[in-house]
């Protein structure tokens, strides 16, 4: 066996002890900052220095592109060139590989179509209208959503159909999912969530690829495995089942994919899946310093579910944070802004040290709006990515065609566009007669002269086929693919119509597509192997955060979602506002606090140095302003590591406000909305319920509080109700109060602003 290498010594005990472990199941459940991902990275750098199993052996399977292609350049920096024969990726970007490989075992080919969440919803919609159904009325995002969790949770159409047909919308989910799992083979497409379960099937019905696998991954690593779904958790135990060789981390208090079908019970119940497993806990944190841990610790801990884990730092104490207490979102942004210019100053931070992390992508407009008017870089990570762009996705469904013409969706997506006189009636004929006949779109398109469709129409497709057929020509010929896709603008008029349209849109829209020739370009130099099956594969796969990049000198925007596994010296979490972190019910579906609260965990713990919390008394909504209350968070945060600051904009504002009040009073005042009035009239925090700077209230003595069980409360939005139950103790105090006609609702005390009547 080889020397030790010395980069075992990059890590403490019990880092080293995991990287060490040679055969059988290892479980790493460890609190953030811990090491967790530093141990997957050298532990596959360990595998292959010690002989233990070749590069091209060992999978590894992480978060984001982003991740893996982070920990590869590590391993790299190990051990050297070895490491790129790694297989390491998100789960969707290993198993559409391998589905390439093995597609003609379940009756795809190599060349087929991925679509993204935009294209399936459209392949939905199309469906619905064919079944006689409104897509106004059933929504084809709502189907979508459905038939995306059952698939997640390996539910197959006809069990559907048995086990979940209780309303009206199971009933039409049922169907709908049997014929669009039917379509996308017709189209030979996979969507996002068949890239996980379609391994499985193909694992299921041949032992032999399965098997082939099986000894083909000798070692398999997971980062992030609290978030791995049902699908996951089962194809990677398919695969590790013969060696066991499976080496998982996480961090259960950083679930926060629950919405998306991830399963906690997966890292709970892997010692029952394994038994043999060793466990090994990771206890030194070294990313934060103690007040930001302390702060961390203080939230997570009212989660009721929790493993038991232990996280300490011998980092310093650190700045206290610092509670931004804002009057509006503008004041938010612009104090966030000059904080920012401060530390730069003051501490020599570059832009790229901080991040401003929010709970929903539309709160970074004010901040980008605010920056730029600052004259501060920043990099947003998120919104609509390029590839999802109409133009972009449009000139990728051409490209589609090329290689897979029985992909009806895409087909659909550009057959007049740019328009050529292929009306909406003829496309119908044309599609039914598809369905008729059981033949792709493009099969009839093909004979369009026996489908007996208007002849202006008619003489239309033949052009469009035509051009296709001599593309397709093309790029068998071996072609370059940046001449084709330029020949393919030009022929198809796509270009031109552009540029006919001449709008500041248009021309926007045509520099994308030039940015798309730049791409191709690109990976046609930079492949040894450059074939537009694979280009449209590996874009199709690229997330929003694959495109944060790290050493841009600029100020990173993004959601706390997106900053999983990152860490960056100064953090902001903005927008901690009840109803909007933790966010507000959405059709009237029942928050998951606990998961908001992991989130809240998540993003504190992105802090390295220093923490900011910020929060608006008022928002724009709809076009109102809106009162907002501080989030329930805030007060959850261990007091003696926050301070609040109040921003002197706030007493301004106060007076404008007040003048805007007066004014409001005389006209009607109730327009329907249930808005909440910010009235500066009433202490803002009442002295029976809260203070504004952290400054804790306890009611040591019961005699002074009045909020006893029995007793009449108003509060601002619900109104008048009583008592009920009352629970906890001091700052922890909860009431639950029945308010008439609003029902029962628990609050804390200290947060609600209760007022006794009676
Ligand atoms: N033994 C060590 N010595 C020095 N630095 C370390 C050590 N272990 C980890 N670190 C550093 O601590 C930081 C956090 O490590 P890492 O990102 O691996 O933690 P994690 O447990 O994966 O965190 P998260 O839960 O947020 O994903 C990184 O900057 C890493 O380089
Ligand atoms: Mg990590």
């Avoid at 369009?448 to 469709?453: H, L, S």
């Avoid at 030009?490 to 006919?500: C, D, F, H, Q, T």
Wanted: include cysteine.
């Amino acid at each position: 066996m080889p020397k030790e290498p010395d980069f075992i010594h990059d890590l403490n005990k019990q880092q080293k002890r995991a990287v060490r472990h040679s055969e059988g199941p290892l479980l790493i459940v460890a609190g953030a900052g811990s090491g967790k991902t530093r141990v997957l990275t050298y532990r596959i750098a360990y595998l292959i220095q010690q002989q233990k199993a070749a590069p091209n052996e060992i999978l590894a399977l992480t978060f984001t592109n982003k991740a893996a292609r982070e920990m590869k350049q590590r391993i790299q920096q190990l051990i050297g060139d070895q490491a790129k024969k790694l297989w390491m990726g998100t789960f969707h970007s290993v198993f559409s590989k391998i589905l390439r490989y093995e597609a003609e075992r379940i009756g795809f080919t190599s060349d087929y179509s991925i679509y993204d969440m935009d294209d399936a919803k459209n392949a939905i919609k199309q469906i619905l209208k064919e079944q006689g159904y409104d897509p106004k009325e059933v929504k084809p995002r709502i189907i979508q959503r459905r038939i995306s969790d059952a698939k997640n949770e390996l539910i197959k159409p006809d069990h559907y159909n048995q086990k979940f047909v209780h309303s009206t919308l199971d009933d039409i989910t049922a169907k709908i999912y049997g014929i669009y799992v039917e379509r996308l083979k017709q189209n030979n497409a996979m969507d996002f969530d068949d890239l996980l379960i379609k391994p499985i099937e193909l694992f299921d019905e041949h032992e032999d690829v399965l098997e082939k696998y099986q000894d083909r991954f000798k070692y398999i690593l997971i980062d992030e495995y609290q978030d791995t779904n049902h699908a996951q958790y089962k194809v990677t135990n398919m695969l590790a089942n013969k060696y066991k060789n499976l080496c998982v981390v996480g961090d259960d208090a950083q679930s926060i994919y629950s919405f998306r079908g991830a399963d906690i019970r997966n890292i709970l119940d892997f010692k029952n899946d394994y038994e043999e497993a060793v466990k090994i806990p990771l206890e030194q944190n070294y990313r934060s310093t103690k007040a930001i841990l302390k702060a961390a610790d203080s939230i997570i801990k009212n989660n009721s579910q929790q493993l038991d884990k232990t996280l300490w730092t011998d980092n310093g104490m650190g700045e206290t944070i610092t509670v931004l207490d804002n009057y509006d979102e503008r004041d938010e942004a612009n104090r966030v802004a000059d904080y920012i210019r401060d530390l730069k100053a003051r501490k020599g931070y570059d832009y790229s040290d901080f991040a401003i992390l929010y709970r929903t992508n539309y709160q970074s407009r004010v901040f980008e709006e605010t920056f730029r008017r600052k004259g501060i870089t920043y990099q947003l990570v998120g919104g609509l990515s390029f590839y999802q762009r109409k133009e972009v996705k449009d000139v990728l469904a051409y490209l589609t065609l090329l290689i897979n013409p029985d992909d009806d969706t895409n087909l659909m997506r550009i057959i007049n566009e740019p328009s050529r006189g292929i009306g909406n009636k003829s496309l119908s004929d044309l599609m039914a007669k598809a369905r008729e006949s059981n033949q792709s779109l493009w099969r009839i398109l093909e004979n369009v002269e026996e489908a007996d469709v208007y002849k202006p129409a008619e003489n239309s497709v033949k052009e469009f086929v035509a051009m296709i057929n001599e593309l397709k020509q093309d790029l068998a010929s071996g072609k370059k693919l940046i001449n084709v896709t330029k020949k393919l603008l030009e022929r198809s008029g796509y270009m031109k119509a552009l540029v006919e349209e001449n709008t500041p849109k248009a021309m926007t829209r045509r520099e994308n597509i030039l940015e798309l020739e730049n791409a191709i370009s690109y990976f046609e130099k930079n492949n040894n192997n450059p074939t537009l099956s694979a280009f449209l594969q590996e874009i199709s796969l690229i997330t929003d955060t694959d495109k944060y990049d790290e050493e841009k000198p600029a100020v990173t925007m993004m959601t706390v979602h997106a900053a999983k596994g990152l860490e960056f010296p100064v953090v902001f979490v903005v927008g901690l506002e009840e109803e909007l972190f933790p966010v507000g019910s959405r059709n009237n579906e029942e928050v998951n606090i606990e998961e908001e609260r992991r989130l809240f965990y998540v993003a504190i713990t992105r802090a390295e140095e220093q923490l900011f919390f910020s929060h608006c008394r008022s928002r724009y909504k709809y076009g109102e302003e809106q009162r907002k209350l501080r989030s329930r968070f805030l007060d959850e945060v261990s007091s003696d590591v926050v301070r609040t600051e109040t921003g002197s904009s706030i007493k301004q504002d106060k007076e404008r406000f007040l003048g805007k009040k007066n004014n409001k009073d005389k006209s009607s005042s109730n327009n329907g909305n249930t808005k909440v009035e910010y009235d500066w009239k009433k202490p803002l925090y009442n002295k029976n319920n809260r203070s504004s700077n952290n400054t804790q209230i306890h009611y040591d003595n019961p005699d002074e509080d009045p909020f006893q069980v029995g007793a009449k409360v108003e509060h601002d939005v619900f109104g008048p109700g009583k008592i009920i139950s009352r629970s906890g103790k001091g700052e922890r105090t909860k009431v639950v109060v029945f308010f008439k006609g609003r029902g029962r609702k628990t609050l804390m005390l200290r947060v609600a602003k209760l007022q006794v009547i009676g």
